[in-house]
């Protein structure tokens, strides 16, 4: 791993126009970052990718796009009004406030968790056991402030990471409103219209990509952790006896997308969550984790939900929610199986491992190995001499008919050594260079990006073995 890659892929993005500050003209808006021409083409290559993946390379998945804004009951009856929490500390010293995770290592954290802190705890919810044991910590423990040092906190409190705002004109709670904190609910309330409209069999699942919203206490390393952000996310309905294997199935499946699209197997890992460590609403889900340069951290986690969605919403809304079974003639509820994951946190993992710097003739030479479904750009046609008008207007000839294809560019604004790097930076996989002899024998010369190999190929060839190098990958 180079050494400070994060500040690197941070420089390259901002440079290079993935991915700059957010309101950056007005000294930027802390945590927000705007994806610019070749980030919004890798982001959209990495959903395509899941989608191609999850809904049309299978025969149980459809796909949804349900709104943002939902009924504010859908969000009492999934748990996040009451549990949807972080439970924070103010440092008395520097007035920051932090989440537990980041006040305790997780060794003490299970050794508070286990301690009997006395009193009829029976009736608290595990959130107010959260707070009572936290607030013990930080009198026995006393931990340091990440930010100022300082040993001083005020009580623990309960922190809701929902954003909220009032619909239309009125501003009482009859008008209040969520920004949704997963696409999930989008789904689970759709499942009765799926069922009358696609008649699916058990088991099949929904997918769906859209933005979330948390109000998250302590966002940071760059798109890793912010308030608004893209999930990509898969409920999967199965029956209950089903789920243990299914959940098995899909930990594989997902695992193995990101290796088929080139993230080194030695940066990920799969990690079962303790007990402890639940989402109010899972059974068990395990997390795939990517060797970010600040640790091992979650890229996406597959839960098995039960049928504790369903159930509260069947509940909530007095709809009857249950899975006519035409062979056996059972109704039931179906169990959900949720692979979750966040397309920011995705776009940066692919980005951080592509990152590579090789010696080339006593230069470094900065080259994202991105694998090729989702390079930004598939092809750049570079000129060798721009001074020559008919090398310029065959070069020009060529980027006009690959782009009804492929996704070429044409540049002419500096000399080749530095044409090539520039592609090599963005990850760019074939340069194509028209020179004086292309006028006379028709052939271009096409550069392959990590090796750096260099091939003659006719003209009339071009679009076609280009064509089959990007696509039998
Ligand atoms: N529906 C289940 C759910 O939302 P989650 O673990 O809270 O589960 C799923 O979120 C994924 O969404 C995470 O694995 C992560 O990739 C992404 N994600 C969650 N919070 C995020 C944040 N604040 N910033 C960026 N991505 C986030």
Known sequence: MPENLMEKIVSLCKRRGFIFQGSDIYGGLANTWDYGPFGVELKNNVKRAWWKAVVYERNDMFGMDAAILMHPKVWEASGHVSSFADIVAECKGCHKRFRIEELFSQEVINQLNKKDIGGDTSAFTSLDKAIVVFNYGLRTERPKCPECKAQDFSQAAEFNLMFNTNQGLTKDDKSLIYLRPETAQGMFVNFLNILDSRHPKLPFGLAQIGKAFRNEVTPGNFTFRTREFEQMEIEYFVKPDDADKKL???????????????????????????????AHYAKACTDI?????????????????????????????????????????????????????????????????????????????????????????????????????????????????????????????????????????????????????????????????????????????????????????
């Not at 179906?334 to 980005?351: K, T």
């Not at 492929?406 to 996989?429: C, F, H, M, S």
């Open 289 to 473: 984790e990517y060797n970010f340069p600040f640790g091992w951290s979650e890229l996406e986690g597959i839960a098995n939900r039960t049928d504790f969605d369903l159930k509260q919403h069947a509940k909530a809304s007095n709809k009857d929610l249950q899975f006519f079974d035409d062979a056996t003639k059972e109704r039931f509820l179906p169990y959900i199986i949720e692979p979750s994951g966040g397309v920011d946190r995705s776009v940066l993992a692919f980005l951080v491992d592509a990152y590579h710097e090789e010696q080339v003739r006593e230069e470094t030479r900065v080259v994202l190995k991105l694998h090729k479904d989702l390079a930004p750009i598939k092809v750049a046609v570079l000129p060798l001499l721009k001074k020559k008008t008919e090398i310029v207007e065959l070069a020009k000839k060529i980027t006009q008919d690959l782009k009804k294809s492929i996704v070429t560019v044409y540049d002419d604004t500096a000399a080749i050594g530095k044409l090539y790097r520039r592609q090599d930076e963005v990850g760019t996989p074939f340069c194509v260079t028209i020179d004086v002899q292309s006028l006379d024998d028709k052939q271009v010369t096409v550069r392959e990006r990590d090796s750096m190999a260099q091939e003659r190929i006719s003209i009339d060839r071009l679009k076609e073995y280009l064509n089959n190098k990007l696509t039998n990958i």
């Open 248 to 278: 098995e199935d899909w930990i594989n499946e997902r695992f193995s997308w990101y290796i088929n699209l080139g993230i080194s197997a030695e940066n990920l890992r799969k990690r079962p969550h303790g007990k402890d460590e639940l």
